[in-house]
């Protein structure tokens, strides 16, 4: 078992800062930019969530296995929380298949820049709305 203890948790938590990001226009216009529709695919525990940016606003939508994403993401529940602390390198995670991408993976890379002052927001975002116990890194 990993760090989050049910799948509801973990969607809470992640699918909860997501919305926080997308509501966070410095982040939220960058990734707009993008026009990317996102699904990322996540084990230990199982949750999906689409991430779309192919509109006006940012859409964050857990549970949806049937918008056709342009990019997939997929990793465990612990290496998605490790890396939004920013404890992940990206292109190494891709090399060591602990994050398996599908997709055109030089506009995933783009994203990077843009998502930067999210890995300072999700511990602060963790500690904010009571997630103490998860602010472990």
């Known amino acids: ?14 699918g909860g800062f997501f919305r926080h990001v997308s509501d966070t226009p410095s ?3 960058k990734l707009l930019a993008s026009k990317l529709i996102i699904r990322f ?6 949750v999906v969530i689409v991430v779309d940016c ?11 296995t ?8 997929s990793m465990s529940a612990d290496i998605a929380h ?3 602390f920013g404890k992940v390198n990206l292109l190494a995670a891709l090399t060591r298949r602990q ?11 783009k994203l990077l ?21 998860y602010n472990i890194y």
Do not use: H
């Open 1 to 14: 078992m990993g760090i989050f203890e049910s799948s509801q948790k973990f969607e809470e938590i992640l």
């Open 27 to 29: 982040v939220a216009n």
């Open 41 to 46: 695919t996540y084990t230990d525990p199982d």
């Open 54 to 64: 192919s509109g006006d606003k940012v859409g964050v939508r857990p549970g949806d």
């Open 66 to 73: 049937d918008t056709k994403a342009e990019v997939n993401m």
């Open 82 to 84: 490790k890396f939004w």
């Open 99 to 109: 994050m398996v991408a599908k997709g055109p993976i030089p506009k995933i890379l």
């Open 113 to 133: 820049p843009a998502i930067k002052p999210a890995y300072t927001m999700y511990p602060k975002y963790l500690e904010d709305n009571g997630y103490n116990k």
